[in-house]
């Protein structure tokens, strides 16, 4: 059972299993499990009908799978003694010895030193005994899903996305793109060298995942029959004052480049701040009021919990600067995440001068806004990512601090940065009293 926010969310699966695949049905499906994706839409975990974690995953910028156990709490893709260290050092407070697991195994939110999950890990331990695990495998339990909610081959060891097979190995398409060069300069490149922020689920063109407006800049399939959608314009045209006026039109959403970010955001901000889920695809006027600001450098914004969205329109050189529709989805990310702050109880004023928090707010929206999709790879991605967050957060940041690796540190599972492994969420709790992480 799938989703209806991206082609490829999964709910959940239902197996026929005590039959083998060879064999009839009996008619009667036996076993359920419930699918965790993340935001690409990789199946992170699969859990029981109690909710509990069974086996968990791991995945190479362009997909190469690793399964494991849920008592694989070291990661090292086996079930062995050091597992069994490693998860009573967790249970102890020390979280060195775990890349991904936390001391809730059982996720009851008991803990530490609960007992019933010492009992959840003593007996997926003994179940993962014999289980075929680890690099190149996506699931030991028959799972199929997984790289960005794709169909993986344990035979061929790709991905099958509908008109193309996708080779995590080398990633690339292992044959040409159907549609020829509209998809893209590289014929069998994957998602223009942006495995990060962007997926393929037709196989035919790359989009911000989810966010595919379709093959020849036609209005996306929401946009009211009513309303005109107009053609696209070039991101950064004119002068900064220029771009400015475009987004305090209500532009942004047209553009072709920012357009279905943009659009998204907007919904997302009347979904979780209030307001007209519609809003998006209104024919006047942004989601968020804007200012343009000529008393500071073009390429550069601000915003607070009251708003407005502020752009900054002196007229200055734009080489390697953010244009304005870039700004306002930069912009509008902070406005949701002062939304979610106050769902969770917390006044962002209250927490404006919290320095880690200016670092996961910051990179989340330079991840969402593209500044860094140039990078060749996830560990450039990343540092240039915490570099433009550092540099936001700079009257936040503790004499003497190492901005920089502090961000990395909270982007990265223990023990694997810089080389990999990168979270799939970073939250504020409920309690305050710092950052959650997992």
């Not at 809730?104 to 939110?109: A, E």
């Not at 495998?137 to 997984?146: D, N």
């Amino acid at each position: 059972m799938g989703g209806s926010s991206y082609i490829d969310s999964v709910i959940l699966r239902d197996k026929d299993a005590n039959t083998a695949w060879t064999a009839a049905s009996d008619a009667t499906l036996e076993e359920r499990r419930y699918l965790v994706q993340n935001w690409r839409a990789d199946v992170t975990t699969m859990d029981n009908t109690s909710g509990e974690p069974v086996e968990w995953y791991r995945y190479t910028a362009y997909g190469q799978p690793t399964s494991h156990p849920i008592a694989d709490v070291n990661g090292d893709g086996s079930v062995t003694s050091a597992d069994t260290a490693a998860w009573l050092d967790l249970q102890s407070g020390d979280s060195s010895g775990s890349v991904w697991l936390t001391d809730d195994l059982n996720r009851d939110d008991v803990f530490p030193g609960d007992t019933a999950d010492d009992t959840f890990f003593y007996a997926q331990q003994s179940a993962a005994s014999g289980l075929s695990i680890g690099y190149d495998r996506q699931s030991a339990y028959g799972l199929r899903k997984g790289y960005a909610g794709y169909e993986w081959d344990d035979t061929l060891t790709m991905w099958h996305v509908r008109h193309r097979v996708l080779d995590s190995k080398s990633g690339k398409w292992t044959k040409n793109d159907p549609i020829g060069y509209r998809g893209g300069r590289n014929l069998t490149g994957y998602v223009e060298t942006q495995p990060i922020r962007r997926t393929d689920s037709s196989g035919l063109k790359g989009c911000v995942t989810g966010l595919c407006v379709g093959l020849n800049d036609q209005a996306p399939a929401d946009w009211p029959s009513d309303i005109p959608f107009p053609p696209n314009f070039t991101p950064g045209e004119g002068t900064p004052a220029d771009q400015c006026r475009r987004a305090k039109d209500g532009m942004c959403r047209y553009d072709s480049v920012y357009g279905p970010m943009v659009r998204h955001l907007e919904k997302r901000l009347a979904e979780v701040c209030g307001g007209n889920s519609n809003d998006d695809v209104t024919p006047s006027g942004p989601a968020f009021p804007v200012v343009c600001d000529d008393s500071c450098d073009g390429g550069d914004g601000r915003t607070s919990p009251a708003g407005p969205i502020v752009i900054c329109t002196r007229y200055t050189p734009l080489i390697g600067r953010m244009n304005a529709c870039q700004i306002y989805a930069h912009e509008l990310v902070h406005q949701i995440q002062f939304c979610l702050l106050r769902k969770l109880g917390i006044e962002p004023r209250d927490v404006s001068g919290d320095y880690k928090l200016c670092i996961v707010m910051e990179s989340q929206a330079y991840v969402i806004d593209g500044s860094c999709n140039d990078q060749p790879d996830t560990n450039s991605f990343m540092k240039c990512i915490c570099q433009r967050a550092c540099g936001s957060c700079r009257d936040r940041t503790p004499r003497g601090a190492d901005c920089v690796s502090d961000c990395l540190k909270l982007w990265y599972r223990p023990g694997e940065a810089p080389t990999g492994g990168i979270r799939t969420r970073i939250e504020y709790p409920k309690s305050g009293g710092g950052i959650a992480v997992d």
